[in-house]
């Protein structure tokens, strides 16, 4: 073209033009608009007659046309092409961006015509590279400041992007030491084997290996423990190229779990050595209470005087409370460390409930207070439990109520609550473990112990079932007592599948509830004694024929109480002071029944009973032997 009106006339030009998915403007070397391809036109949303001749400062405001007339000007003079990306206003009306280039048109004689200028939409371009430009300044924000390790690696293992803390964990500088390298320029060979295995199977499979622990070896110091994840590195068609994963160190973690479990395992050691403490304990100091006890016992059938009577009841009375608090410590350490089970036996709640009210009326009568009992009618006449720990729980209470009281009286309650019907046979099976072919129904009661006494304050209501505890100090000055009774009944009816509950209120009383569900005996199944109830003041102490009783025991002391004692019942008693000599007593004599000390020297209890069954086997001969022993964990 000669000149550039030609631009306009050529209709070849025009056609060419036209047909360009992109916009085109000509401008004469003045500025005036001289020709624009449709593209344009329609971007501009005008006419050719509305463009033409038209200069920069006539469509733009002045900063922008004097910006477009700056750089037409440089392009003429320097004839290099103008590239660039800039913000414009769409044809939509938006504010966008488009890539624009610009050159010079010359003629055919090389003469400058004017300004050619090409720009198309690149919003979308430049929006995901912006997008780009985030994310991976978000990444490289979190790889320098996370502060667990991150990684990145290729097909072949080898790292090509790591976090600043992995690079430090590594003991690199920088993150670019680390790039390049495998596991095997850091672990141990055996551990960065485990690793490139670990990444094998990610990639064959694409599965994730999630929250692994492992241990990390190193060639140059102590190894370390980290909980790691590690997925597939995928391209943006979904090809897996490699792994990526993180870890976080978790040593710390390790070594205070290991250091728990010792301190776990010196508690156990402690618990055990405590255990053993109060077995030893018991046996040295039942053995001397025993023998008070009994002697006690003893000198209280001699006769006295008035004055007498009263030491002796002295000693017998503070000897049998020495005694209940040797048990409290020794049940409660027992449940402390979970080695009280319970029984399964048959029983009559009603007979239970009875007995230990009547070993209190002494005491009640004595503050002139009331015991009253309400059992419902409904309540079955025998139930399977553990009549003991049922009996245990219940003196604890009425004792306390009986102790806390001092005018109206403690009530004893017991209802039914529900009755349920079960298949379940399990719970027939008899004391002997015979099965009953009867169904058992389950029964669940409410039990009660409610008092007038002094009652307990709400601050401290909570805290009377912990061990040790009582409502304040001058409770234990005025009342005496360890704290453990409450704290014991509670484990207990927790053991037995209930919950001991607490309602009070000063200066009016006090009620302590709890639910047990338990097993209906089936009337097919044969009773334990019904004597079991009855305390030792009855028929413990009816006479019976006179018996030739052996009683093996090595403290000199015990021997005369048990002596004492059975003679005092009529019985006739020979001594023996260790096993050896019970063996050789029982081979020389014929005795209705021995009473066996399980600890004693040269030869045990233990050892001697199974001497004398061994030697009565294939006779006639059966001697029934009774075990005796202080131990309380036995």
Known sequence: MSSVSEFQTSSTYRALANALPLNLLIKAADGRRVFANDSYLKWRSVTWQELAGKHDEDLFPPEIARKYREDDQKV????????????????????????RVKTAVHDHHGNLLGVQVLFWDVTAKVEKEKATQFEQSLLKTLLANIPDSIYFKDIDSRFIRVSRAMAMKFGRASVDEVHGRTDADIFTPEHAEGARLDELRVIETGEALVDRVERETWPDREDTWCMTTKMPLRSDTGEII???????????????????????????????????????????????????????????????????????????????????????????????????????????LSKTIESTLRSFSFKASEKGLELQCDISPELPDRLIGDPGRVRQVLTNLIGNAIKFTDHGGVRVRVEVLRREETDDRDLAATSNGRESPERNDMVELGLSVCDSGIGIPPAQQDAVLNPFTQADASTTRRFGGTGLGLSISRQLVELMGGELRLKSEVGVGTTFSFQLKMPVCPESMPSEDDDEEEDLGGPARQRLA??????????????????????????KCSIASDGRETLTKWRSDSYDVVLMDMHMPVMDGLEATRAIRQEEWGTERHTPIVALTAAAMS
């Not at 006179?546 to 019985?571: C, F, K, M, W, Y």
């Open 76 to 99: 003429m003079q320097t004839g290099e092409s103008l590239h660039s990306v800039e913000s414009a206003k769409l044809s939509d009306g938006s504010i966008g961006w488009i890539e």
């Open 242 to 348: 490699g792994t990526f994963g993180i870890s976080r160190d978790i040593t710390d973690l390790k070594r205070s779990e290991a250091a728990l479990h010792e301190a776990v395992r010196m508690a156990d050691a402690a618990n055990r050595s405590k255990s053993e403490f109060l077995a030893n304990m018991s046996h040295e100091i039942r053995t001397p209470m025993n023998a008070l006890i009994g002697m006690a016992d003893l000198l209280s059938q001699t006769k006295l005087d008035a004055d007498q009577q009263d030491y002796v009841q002295i000693i017998q009375e503070s000897s049998n409370g020495l005694l209940r608090l040797i048990n409290d410590i020794l049940d409660f350490s027992k449940i402390e460390a979970r080695r009280l089970e319970l029984e399964s036996v048959p029983f009559s």
């Open 546 to 571: 006179p018996l030739h009783v052996l009683v093996a025991e090595d403290g000199v002391t015990n021997q005369h109480v048990i002596a004492g004692l059975l003679r005092s019942l009529g019985h």
